[in-house]
């Protein structure tokens, strides 16, 4: 079984290498790290609308760069800062995963950095 890291070369906030790889492969299953909505290394402006919108973009990034799309994705893991953004974070999602909804957790936590979601996902594809 081979195992490759994206991205774990990547600086979070102020610079910092972050001890982690955005994504591990192995086997054709791809685990994506929880992801926010970051830019440059700081999260952007704007309220749950406009993080839920980087927040995806992000992940589907990391896929991409992978190789998966969102069709691969078996499983979300969501975590709201405030339980009143469900319905609009629920109405944005659908948009993206809306014909290949996944299993999917979603719980309100209070967040390590001061953002409004954070996204964390599940992939696979079958190796060819």
Known sequence: MT??????????????TLPFARAV????WLYVSGQVAMENGEIINGGIVEQTHKTIANVLEILHEAGYGVEHVVRCGVWLDDPRDFWTFNK???????????????????MMVDCKV???CVAYKPKT
């Not at 195992?3 to 910092?16: L, T």
């Open 3 to 16: 195992i490759k890291r994206y991205g774990a070369e990547k600086a979070g906030a102020g610079g910092q």
């Open 25 to 28: 492969e192995a086997d054709g």
């Open 92 to 110: 944005i999602y659908q948009g993206y995963f809306g014909e290949h909804p996944p299993a999917r957790a979603c719980v309100q936590a209070s």
């Open 118 to 120: 954070e996204i964390d």
